[in-house]
């Protein structure tokens, strides 16, 4: 008899190794109880270090006030707030995407998740590089689909295309790709884009099935130095591009986002009743209604690209005259800097020591580097650079 309380497949998932670390980090290890301790100065996760503003705080307030007996009935999609949407998108992209292409989901997670099993079949690979969103491999192989990893170059953090042609079997169904990416703040450019889409339409060719791409962007208004974010939709047709309204709103914990189909992507009509099914069925990942009543007035919020540039360019200013090494994201609000001696775990607990948080390298399957989040304070980031001097200098 098989005593085990759990399935096989939700055994895989726990034990996948960034899942598995995510989880002993934030419920194991005492972060929870540590980043609250006074004194300790919190640079791990994308959450708000700041009260929000009262627009935001209002948008939802009114949003919540029914105006008929049908204000918090089942909600597919909100026409006003997929209409905002929409124009959002194409304002952003550059694409004439429709309406009914835009399809309001529970936050970039659900997006790709939705994604995933819109093309993907049990058994199927699905391609991404390292570092990745934690997230990745949990929600592939829940899925059912087999993950493949590729690392990155390590001096550039471009996309290795040669690692990926490398990879891509008759069993690739899906590349994943972040731009901007979380965590080293890169944006693909065009050039390497264009690339990219090559070397798809090639093994789809070859393979004789097609390869589709998820283009993660969840940072695409989030761009530094009047950088123009070019997406990876408009180089290859067969995409999804999957948005969360989380991260430039600084609002993780209120779930909102999108899975949209671009105007090149052939047959896109076929997907819609499919896209629709997987969302019910997954356990209804369209966002709460009172969410979809806010989005036409959070559309126009904005993020604060002055102050978050200027975060950067302190903290990047500051950890280079220390000595640490340290590439200028182009986009998102993370820094990806080397780990003096090179071992990241050890480093992030000297930081620990000094009551500064970070996340490890390991966390993103990548080794020797570790993660800063930028949506600390202003005062927050002056009060930690003596600390990272400290550790610094002890590590050296």
């Not at 194991?28 to 708000?48: A, I, M, N």
Request: net charge negative.
């Amino acid at each position: 008899m098989d005593g085990r309380p759990t399935s096989h497949r939700v055994d895989t998932v726990a034990r996948a190794t960034p899942f598995q670390r995510l989880y002993e980090f934030y419920r194991l290890s005492g972060y929870e109880r540590r980043r609250h301790e006074p004194g300790v100065l919190d640079f791990t996760f994308g959450d708000p270090h700041e009260p929000p503003s009262e627009a935001y705080v209002e948008a939802l307030r009114e949003a919540t006030v029914p105006q008929h007996e049908l204000w918090f009935a089942y909600n597919f999609g909100d026409a006003k707030a997929i209409d905002a949407a929409t124009e959002s998108l194409r304002r952003h992209v550059g694409m004439p995407f429709e309406p009914a292409d835009v399809h309001l989901t529970t936050g970039g997670f659900a997006a790709i998740s939705t994604a995933l099993k819109i093309v993907g079949d049990p058994g199927d690979e699905v391609l991404y590089s390292l570092p990745p969103w934690f997230l990745y491999e949990g929600l592939i192989l829940e899925a059912g689909l087999v993950p493949v990893k590729v690392s990155i170059d390590r001096d550039t953090f471009d996309l290795d295309l040669d690692a990926i042609a490398a990879a891509i079997t008759p069993r690739t169904r899906i590349v994943i790709v972040n731009s901007p990416n979380n965590p080293t703040g890169r944006i693909y450019p065009p050039e390497t884009l264009e690339r990219l889409a090559a070397v798809l339409e090639d093994a789809s060719q070859r393979n004789g099935r097609r390869i589709h791409l998820v283009s993660d962007e969840a940072y695409n208004r989030i761009v530094y130095d009047g950088a123009h974010f070019r997406s990876p939709t408009e180089f290859y047709p067969w995409s999804f591009l999957a948005y969360s309204y989380g991260k430039t709103l600084l609002s993780p914990g209120e779930r909102i986002g999108y899975l949209a189909v671009p105007p090149t992507m052939p047959d896109r009509e076929e997907l819609r009743a499919a896209i629709e099914a997987i969302q019910i069925t997954g356990g209804w990942l369209f966002p709460n209604a009172s969410m979809q009543y806010a989005l036409p007035k959070l559309e126009t919020l904005a993020f604060d690209i002055p102050l978050y540039q200027r975060k950067r360019d302190v903290m990047v200013a500051a950890l280079r005259e220390i000595g640490y090494r340290v590439s200028v994201p182009e986009g998102t609000f993370y820094l990806f800097p080397e780990a003096p001696g090179g071992d990241d775990a050890a480093f992030a607990q000297a930081l620990d020591r000094e009551g500064v948080l970070v996340l490890p390298g390991t966390m993103f399957e990548t080794p020797g580097f570790f993660r800063i989040c930028l949506t600390a304070t202003m005062a927050t980031i002056e009060e930690s650079l003596p600390r990272f001097a400290a550790a610094f200098d002890r590590v050296g």
